[in-house]
């Protein structure tokens, strides 16, 4: 039933999303794909700023604001002009969702990479009384983290009692479907068809990559193909694509950020279409600022894309002057309205940044079309194809045009050994004069997002984000943050540029299909791979054992500002588990991420609490645990499958003797401290 419950009260607030996008003039079809999107950052947003400014209670606002929406958008219901529309969307969401559950059945284990720490976040929103929320992995300090994302759905995880365990997979799926068919709405907008939809939808979510091809090839099955290995194509580097990403089901911002994205890219295309109005230049703000503080790393193209929307409609490029002042306004109030949307998450956030560098490493062409073939080899088609438009209308000096340029592209890349920065580079430029001079009709939106999404992979080229991984990893969130970002673009771009490619249908055709056969493998062998396993589930703590379970209920049932200690151990371990399970923050959790959230300053602290966490567990001696828990200032101490396996039974045994067990189960209990001054 709370699975229901949950499910209910999100599509709830899709009927609120539903009635605004109806109002910004959406049509019934797209409004529905984005509904439930624009709903739950409606809820969130209000929610948060209440939060912010002091009210403990801001999840109960939540869901006042949930049903206000819902409200409002029964009543727009009424006036809903394509039910047929609305049904289409549904449907296409359902399956998309159900596609993305399904993919996911045989590991929904919250366990392994990033895991632990989203549902830590996740845990600790559901705890807490304001904003930022605290620290799960180092009690007394507040996450210095982004949260946004996984506060989208905090309200109706709340509102729902759903168990966590579960509703983590099912946001997985939740967010894949609202991709999907997103990604849908704005493929048939830029095409004009629901095939272009479907062609955007399959291509941005569910198609794999031509290394699936390359491991056919090499021997393996279609039940045995390795995703991970295609999610890390170039060495010392992260090559997510969003069928990885789902499939994975890491609720990392870059996942968690995606469907915010897609809808800005929607609503910027409406916009732009007609002149953005304040109402369109108030939701982009909000999407915008939303986004950005979902991910960051989403900041700069997020923004970029829904200036290229505002400022190159179907009919021109709009420059800073005349009748495009207005649009160059509306970008400008764009950006600075998102920075104040979410102002207080940025005056308290510090970005993981240590400035620009050069890279010193670079990708292969074979590593880069092995990653995004399917999309970069109609992108480059599509650019010679501009290129033969723009050289003359003589055929045959148009041609020798064409060739020359070609050629002389090809040499430059051979002879400077960058082959991969000039192809990419040479293929933006010709997107961005596409863009600049392209007739109406000629499908302009598109040809911007193509530039976008080509610079991004061109970025990784020339220059790194620093972010403290080292030198010989120094590309890799680069890398990772810069192509998963311009996967997506040039997906909804890509009936625009297989159009672009040649001028006869039958080519066309025959280039999707080719395109097509590449990209299934992936996609295929993930279903088949369900037939091998022997479980299925949604329970994403279903691996820990019984005792462990019991201790993270009788945690989560701990008023806020309880402190609990746990052992110690090392960060993508299992160690740290109660503490992200719970949302009960640890004395010490996962000692690397602090490292890397805070800087190498927090390491004498981390170490002092390591230590004092190593002291207490052996040292043997109630008091002396008391002690040294007063001194942390935890009431709760954990003992549990992992807490057993380090420590010794006598050790044990004297935590169990500091203070009243509040759960034992298996040999796995939680101690409430008994003060040393109460002895």
């Given amino acids: 039933m709370t699975i229901a419950a949950f499910l209910v009260t999100v599509g ?13 003039g959406l049509d019934d079809f797209e409004s529905w794909a984005g509904g439930r999107v624009a709903g739950l950052v409606a809820v969130a947003l209000p929610a948060w700023w209440l939060g912010v400014v002091g009210l403990r209670q801001w999840r109960v606002a939540g869901a006042v604001v949930l049903v206000a929406v819902a409200v409002a958008g029964l009543l727009s219901l009424r006036r809903c002009e394509n039910w047929r529309g609305l049904v289409a969307a549904e449907v296409i969401f359902v399956v998309a969702t159900a596609v993305v559950v399904y993919i996911r059945l045989d590991h929904p284990n919250i366990s392994f990479q990033e895991k632990p720490m989203d549902l830590g976040i996740f845990a600790s929103l559901l705890r807490a009384e304001g904003f930022p929320p605290p620290d799960m992995w180092l009690s007394g300090e507040t996450l210095p983290y982004y949260y946004w994302g996984a506060l989208m759905w905090t309200v109706p995880v709340s509102l729902s009692g759903i168990s966590l365990d579960i509703a983590y997979n099912l946001v997985v799926g939740l967010a894949g479907g609202a991709v999907a068919v997103l990604l849908w709405a704005l493929g048939r907008r830029i095409g004009g068809n629901h095939r272009s939809g479907l062609l955007v939808a399959f291509f941005g979510l569910l198609a794999g990559t031509p290394d699936a091809v390359r491991q056919l090839f090499a021997g393996q099955s279609l039940f045995g193909l390795d995703l991970w290995t295609s ?9 997510e694509f969003p069928l990885f990403t789902f499939w994975h089901g890491d609720l990392h911002p870059h996942l968690l950020s995606m469907p915010v994205a897609c809808l800005a890219l929607l609503v910027a295309l409406e916009a732009g279409k007609r002149g953005p109005r304040w109402q369109d230049t108030t939701v982009l703000a909000i999407l915008f600022g939303v986004c950005w503080a979902a991910n960051p790393w989403s900041m700069p193209p997020t923004l970029v894309s829904i200036a290229l929307l505002l400022l190159a409609s179907d009919e021109r490029w709009y420059w800073p002057t005349g009748e495009g002042r207005k649009r160059w306004l509306a970008v400008g109030a764009v950006a600075i309205g998102g920075w104040l949307v979410t102002a207080p998450f940025h005056l308290g956030f510090v970005p993981f940044f240590d400035g620009i560098g050069l890279v010193t490493a670079w990708t292969s062409p074979s590593d880069l079309l092995l990653y995004g073939g399917c999309l970069l080899i109609p992108v480059a088609l599509a650019a010679v194809g501009l290129l033969r438009h723009s050289l003359g209308r003589d055929a045959e000096i148009g041609q020798a045009a064409l060739l020359a340029t070609v050629a002389a ?19 933006t430029a010709v997107m961005v004069a596409g863009v600049m001079w392209a007739a109406p009709g000629e499908g302009r939106p598109a040809l911007a997002l193509a530039a976008l999404g080509t610079f991004l992979f061109l970025v990784p080229e020339v220059v790194y984000v620093a972010d403290g991984y080292g030198d010989q990893l120094h590309r890799m969130n680069t890398v990772f943050k810069s192509y998963i970002q311009g996967w997506l673009f040039l997906a909804v771009a890509l009936p625009v540029m297989v159009r672009w490619s040649t001028p006869k249908k039958w080519l066309r055709v025959a280039l999707v299909a080719a395109m097509v056969v590449v990209a299934l493998p992936h996609p295929v062998g993930t279903a088949l791979q369900q037939k091998n396993s022997d479980r299925w589930g949604l329970d994403g703590l279903a691996w820990m054992t019984d005792g462990d379970r019991a201790l993270i209920e009788a945690l989560r049932q701990q008023p806020p500002g309880a402190v609990m200690i746990e052992a110690v151990g090392g960060a993508y371990t299992e160690y740290g588990r109660l503490s992200a399970a719970s949302g009960v923050p640890a004395y010490l959790g996962w000692a690397n991420h602090e490292l890397v959230w805070r800087g190498p300053e927090i390491t004498v602290e981390t170490d002092k609490r390591s230590d004092l966490v190593l002291r207490l567990y052996s040292s043997g001696d109630p008091e002396v645990v008391r002690e040294l828990a007063a001194t942390a200032g935890a009431d709760l101490i954990a003992v549990g499958s992992l807490e057993r396996q380090d420590f010794t039974p006598g050790d044990l045994a004297a935590v169990a003797g500091a203070g009243e067990i509040l759960v034992e189960k298996d040999g796995a209990f939680l101690v409430r401290v008994t003060p040393p001054a109460l002895e």
């Fill in 12 to 24: 709830a607030a899709g009927l609120g999303g539903y009635a605004l996008l109806r109002w910004l």
């Fill in 231 to 239: 999610s890390r194509q170039i060495a010392d580097t992260i090559t």
């Fill in 409 to 427: 592209v090809m040499v430059v890349a051979a002879a400077t050994g960058r082959p991969t920065l000039i192809i990419l580079t040479a293929v």
